[in-house]
Structures are given as structure tokens and as C-alpha cells.
């Protein structure tokens, strides 16, 4: 079990950036991939992006390509998301979480570990 903090969320204009961070303490992050998922008030929680064990591939969900960039640095027990280009839509609590077996990536039913999410707000 690992336990993860997410950090960086507030509020933005649109087209502005924020960049995310989750650390995780208490086990071994380089077992882990790790997702950021998102969710808006009275909708489910999606996927945005997730990352591989060393970062070697990264997945996006459909709305956030090409604007949002998954990293991590081992070292640090550290996974960032990066987002620029933000619209409104992308308003939502942010979640970093972590999968220890080998299931889909892109399915939060697969996490066995969740932050406590952090609030990005996108004002038109």
C-alpha cells in the first residue's frame, strides 16, 4: 500500500497551465504505474493520463491530448502532470493514484491507491 499527496491545483484562466504533483510514501513507487484521473461535479471519474513504471510509456485520455504531459521521477516518489491550454471543461478534483497489478491502466477500477485529489479550476 502506498500512500500518495497531490499538490498544485487553484485556479486558472483558460489557456493558462498548472502543473500537478503527487508524491507517494510508504512503498516502493517504482512498482507502480500511476494514473491521474479527474472529476466534475455529478459526473464519474475519468481518465487523463497514466504512466509506466519508468516512464518509458505514457497514455492520454482523448480530450487532454496534446495539451497534457505525464512525467515522473522515480527518485523523488514523484508523478507530475503537467497542463496547458486549459478550458473550462478541465475543471474538475484531480486524483493521482497508483496500480499494483497488471490491469488496464486507463480503468480506475484497477487502482488499488488514491489521493486525496486537489481542485483545478478553469474561469472562461
Known amino acids: 500500500q502506498v500512500t500518495l499527496v497531490e499538490s498544485g491545483g487553484g485556479l486558472v484562466q483558460a489557456g493558462g497551465s498548472l502543473r500537478l504533483s503527487c508524491v507517494a510514501s510508504?512503498?516502493?513507487?517504482?512498482?507502480?504505474?500511476m494514473g491521474w484521473f479527474r472529476q466534475a461535479p455529478g459526473k464519474e471519474r475519468d481518465f487523463v493520463a497514466g504512466?509506466?513504471?519508468?516512464?518509458?510509456?505514457?497514455y492520454y485520455g482523448n480530450s487532454v491530448k496534446g495539451r497534457f504531459t505525464i512525467s515522473r521521477d522515480n527518485a523523488k516518489n514523484t508523478v507530475y502532470l503537467q497542463m496547458n491550454s486549459l478550458k473550462p471543461e478541465d475543471t474538475g478534483v484531480y486524483y493521482c493514484?497508483?496500480?499494483?497489478?497488471?490491469?488496464?491502466?486507463?480503468?480506475?477500477?484497477?487502482?488499488?491507491?488514491w489521493g486525496q485529489g486537489t481542485q483545478v479550476t478553469v474561469s472562461s
Open positions: 504512466i509506466t513504471w519508468t516512464g518509458s510509456n505514457t
Open positions: 493514484a497508483a496500480l499494483r497489478s497488471w490491469g488496464n491502466l486507463l480503468n480506475a477500477r484497477e487502482y488499488s491507491d
Open positions: 510508504g512503498g516502493t513507487f517504482s512498482n507502480y504505474r
